[in-house]
């Protein structure tokens, strides 16, 4: 990569966070009333947004900022599957248990 | 040597075999270890917040507060932090980008800003702190089983508890066996259950935490910059190595902020 397309390329990536951001604080302020309504796998609709919005910038973050894009395939998965296995194994766990105290589901 | 021999002997020592230096491995390492700490954090949050439903409060009636400015802004002052946050993680990869070029000039101008973004960030951080320890005027009333409650309608024998409206004698009784709390501390919390009050303090302060030791180090690679010593060194990777740290408190800040404010 060159330097100017280097460069422009952090930009753009600093621009798809600040819209999703917004994009995400727009939502908190007013919460549309129809993704309140509707659930997703026990969660609303608003709440599954905000999940997968602050995924992709994770996706974002890692990827570009981190420079994790650019490491070899060996790397990438030392770092992303231990997160990936662990991570959604723990709250399964944790929201299991809380739906035996009777809170959830 | 040719291709074939290398590949053959790529964990044989030697050579790099996933082309990153110690240092940069170690702290990959050492950040998804961190990553997985919070995300033990953000998951036991989730539980207490299943468990306590009905007590816990909404993050939107808590924080409203805007640095001189009257009324109720939820969201806004937080929004703003997050875009610090963010602001400053795009600083820091410039930083490291003009470290590629053996840029000093360029490194010095980005790590100063950087560490502009994370000393703003730290002090918002202290005027939330602040807004929710001291609480709102009114203060909340804390019944003796535990529950939190506020008068409504402005008048004396109704009040708001969990969201239901209570009136009459039951109100009464509730009135006089509650005690008056102003504030969130670690014990009490007058916005609902003290583990929201817990949690907010336990996370957001571990998180800060992290932003401060992240900030100590942007400044001693800092000095190190100005004296030249990368330049000596012949490449900048320590400035790339914080980098990762710092931009591992931004990732970090993003979740915190959809599980805490948004949510």
């Given amino acids: ?105 | 040597m040719s291709d074939t021999v290398v590949h053959k002997n790529i964990w044989g020592g030697g050579i790099r075999p996933l082309f990153a230096s110690y240092g940069k491995l170690m702290m990959w390492f050492f950040l998804m270890t961190d990553a997985l700490t919070f995300s033990a954090f953000l998951g036991a949050y989730g539980f207490q917040r299943f468990v306590h439903a009905d007590a816990w409060p909404i993050a939107d009636h808590v924080f409203t507060h805007f640095p001189f400015m009257h009324g109720e802004y939820p969201m806004l002052f937080v929004a703003l932090m997050t875009f610090i946050l963010i602001m400053s993680s795009v600083t820091m990869v410039l930083a490291v980008h003009h470290g590629h070029k053996m840029n000093k000039k360029g490194v010095v101008l980005w790590l100063g800003l950087t560490i502009i973004g994370g000393l703003v960030f730290l002090g918002s951080q202290a005027w939330e702190w602040s807004h929710f320890i001291h609480g709102t005027y009114e203060g909340a009333l804390l019944g003796a089983d535990g529950s939190i409650a506020h008068l409504a309608n402005g008048s004396v024998d109704q009040i708001m508890r969990h969201g239901k409206l209570i009136t009459g004698q039951n109100a009464l009784d509730f009135i006089a066996s509650a005690t008056e709390i102003q504030g969130a501390n670690l014990i009490n919390n007058e916005y609902g259950h003290p583990l929201f009050a817990d949690f907010f303090f336990f996370i957001t302060g571990f998180h800060g935490l992290h932003v401060f030791s992240g900030v100590v180090l942007l400044i001693i690679i800092f000095i190190n910059v100005l004296r030249g010593t990368y330049e000596k060194r012949g490449h900048y990777e320590m400035v790339e190595k914080v980098g990762l740290y710092w931009h591992f408190v931004d990732l970090v800040w993003v979740f915190v902020f959809t599980f805490f404010y948004l949510v």
């Fill in chain 1, 1 to 105: 990569m060159s330097e100017n397309s280097s460069t422009r390329h952090i930009w753009i990536v600093f621009w798809i966070l600040l819209i999703l951001t917004t994009v995400e604080v727009l939502l908190g302020i007013y919460k549309p009333s129809f993704m309140l309504v509707n659930y997703i796998l026990g969660v609303t609709f608003l709440n599954m947004t905000f999940i997968i919005l602050t995924i992709i910038k994770a996706y974002y973050i890692v990827g570009a900022f981190m420079h994790l894009s650019h490491e070899v395939k060996l790397l990438k998965m030392f770092i992303v599957l231990p997160m990936l296995v662990l991570i959604p194994y723990l709250l399964f766990i944790l929201l299991v248990e809380a739906s035996f105290h009777g809170a959830i589901g």
